[in-house]
């Protein structure tokens, strides 16, 4: 059988020091454990627009969408913020999400034991954390048209973005959160705003839909998305998997991944529909940014974005031990103390370098074996 074959996008900022150390685990498991991969690299984001002009060539975009998985870093930079909406870096992680049709996104909120004390609320709170967020990621208000800024009828400007979903959208989302939550405590809420949202009516009966005819045996409940930040921080382990729409799961995921701790932990995987080879389509990507402030400082905390590969390991080549393995080098690392700087408080000794945690993690790696 062919190796597995990855594209790299390490992206922007911070993006290719955490995806050196990543470099790091992937050769580990061709030197360590007989899973050599294809590595292909390619740009992304406004390095792309640097070199040529656009943040996603459209050789890259094809190439993403013949490999088993692709690994992106994280994409954009002050620099890039006064390009044409067409132009900005976001636009190619956008692009690839939308025409390589991974709907759903995958973002998993646990809070490691060494951490608890870490997050900005109380450890009784958070201990133990693991809720699993799936947002619907090529849809809603991030692509829906009309869309744009236009002259109005008072010699001023409208800007106008329109949210909109189909069943077969909002069906199809629903039963990736339901079989996850079959692997896990089999509890789904689903969360909108059918209070004030049409769309939002539509999500929650398409939702009830496909649990009444697909999946009554998984626990399903609704909430308004505003009183689902509230819960979040309130009481989050009353969740199991959340599903969420494109704008929703993108503000809920920011606040879950807090009560981790850092952004820095938190990796994601946005999944589409099985290929010939039976994989899904796949992008993972840690949930932090680019963080420009701290690129070449070797602050970065690389655990996302590791995590992110584990989450590879797990959806796309079915190595769900492989991956745990990975979890369990993390974990060990966070018990033996080491911390990046995003993991420390000023009064809390001195952290460790990104290479240094991308070296701990390997060291970690061949203690397991
Ligand atoms: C995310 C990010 C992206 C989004 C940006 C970079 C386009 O915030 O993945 O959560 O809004 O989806
Ligand atoms: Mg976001």
Redesign the pocket.
Known sequence: MANPSLLILPGDGIGPEVMAEVRKIINWYGAKRGVTFDVSEGLVGGCAYDKYGTPLHDDTMARAQEVDAVLLGAVGGPQYDTLDFSLKPERGLLRLRKEMDLYANLRPAQCFDALADFSSLKKEVVAGLDIMIVRELTSGVYFGEPRGIFPDNEGGRVGINTQRYTTNEIRRVARSAFELARRRNNKVCSMEKANVMESGVLWREEVQWVHDHEYPDVALSHMYADNGAMQLVRWPKQFDVIVTDNLFG??L??CAAMLTGSLGMLPSASLGAPMANGRPKALYEP?H?SAPDIAGTGKANPIACILSFAMALRYSFDMGAEAARVENAVQKVLADGLRTADLMGPQDGTPISTTEMGDAIVAALNASL
Do not use: K, L, N
């Open positions: 993108d503000v995921s920011d949930v940014g």
